[in-house]
């Protein structure tokens, strides 16, 4: 059973999600200056309305809605919810993404095909986007949180970095959930076969700057991004959430996407109480949610999955 701050930072995944996704669709593809204003503005290259989250949470809702029918995850459901989604015409979804749901696959197993036959480059961010959810499903199980992480990327995301990437996050989610503190992205990577790697890469991101990880359209810089606006801003308090969301959109390119990847694990962290009320009550978006459903919707998820 979870403890009252468990159950907030719980609510806190998908509320810090769609946060972080909110408050940078307005600048996406820009790179703002020191002096300009971060907020919640809308518009943006799809011309969003303020507080409307994109596909980055619209897709994570693909699977907190699948996980709602529980208890556990069925991947068919998740596959499902994405073609639903797909075919709702959003106006916006990522290059990869698209290559894959445009077959609309009616299977979990037919989507992961598609996904593995397609050419070129296929490490893009979209799967580590969406994967704050699976960490509500498997508070109770952490080798179960991984695999499935890495079996709902696969659905879209044929790619070694990405599934990586996905188990890392969505463990480390999990771990602050419970625990209340970032240790699990480095716990989860001590003891993974990339250790060395990713150890290095997370260097890079706490010691460096975006200049030296710019291209967060791929996976392994987005999620560097993500980290450097975590281990940056001031994380003395609460307010570490807004700060370090405000940090991933001031470094530019996918400004939503690393923002959504960020607020996952800061809203794990520190809890749906700290995501500013008025973001909260701008929140919305497919399909047809709120800010405060989503913490209705995460609550229910973590308490439906942990044991009494």
């Known amino acids: 059973m979870l403890d009252d701050g468990q159950l907030d930072r719980a609510a806190g995944v998908l509320l810090g999600t769609a946060a972080g996704d909110a408050l940078g669709a307005g600048y996406e593809f820009t790179r703002p200056g020191p002096q300009q204003e971060i907020d919640m503005i809308g518009g943006g290259a799809f011309d969003w309305a303020p507080g409307e989250w994109t596909d980055d949470t619209s897709m994570a809702l693909a699977i907190a809605l699948a996980a709602d029918d529980g208890p556990g995850l069925e991947l068919d459901a998740v596959a499902a919810g994405f073609v639903r989604w797909y075919d709702s015409g959003p106006p916006d979804i990522g290059v990869q993404t698209g290559r894959v749901l445009s077959a609309r696959p009616a299977s979990a197993l037919a989507m992961q095909q598609q996904a593995m036959s397609l050419d070129g480059r296929t490490g893009g961010n979209g799967s580590l986007m969406r994967t704050a959810p699976v960490a509500l499903v498997y508070l109770d199980d952490a ?15 044929h790619d070694q970095q990405a599934v990586e990437a996905c188990k890392i996050w969505s463990y ?36 460096g700057a975006p200049a030296h990880f710019p291209n967060n359209g791929w996976v ?32 530019g390119g996918d400004t939503d996407t690393t923002a959504a990847i960020a607020g996952g694990l800061l809203g794990a962290r520190w809890g749906a109480s700290a995501v500013p009320a008025r973001w909260r009550a701008m929140l919305h978006g497919y399909p047809g949610l709120t800010g405060d459903d989503l913490v209705a919707l995460a609550a229910r998820i973590a308490e439906a999955n942990t044991t009494a």
Do not use: K
């Open 143 to 157: 080798a179960e949180c991984v695999r499935m992480a890495g079996a709902i990327g696969l659905l879209t995301h």
């Open 220 to 251: 392994v810089h987005a999620l560097q991004t993500a980290w450097w606006a975590i281990t940056t801003a001031d994380a003395s308090g609460p307010e570490h959430l807004p700060l370090a969301l405000e940090l991933c959109v001031r470094a």
């Open 172 to 207: 480390a989610i999990r771990h602050a959930v419970l625990a209340g503190n970032f240790d699990g992205v480095r716990e989860y990577v001590a003891s993974s076969d990339s250790a060395a790697c990713w150890n290095l890469l997370l260097d890079q991101a706490e010691n």
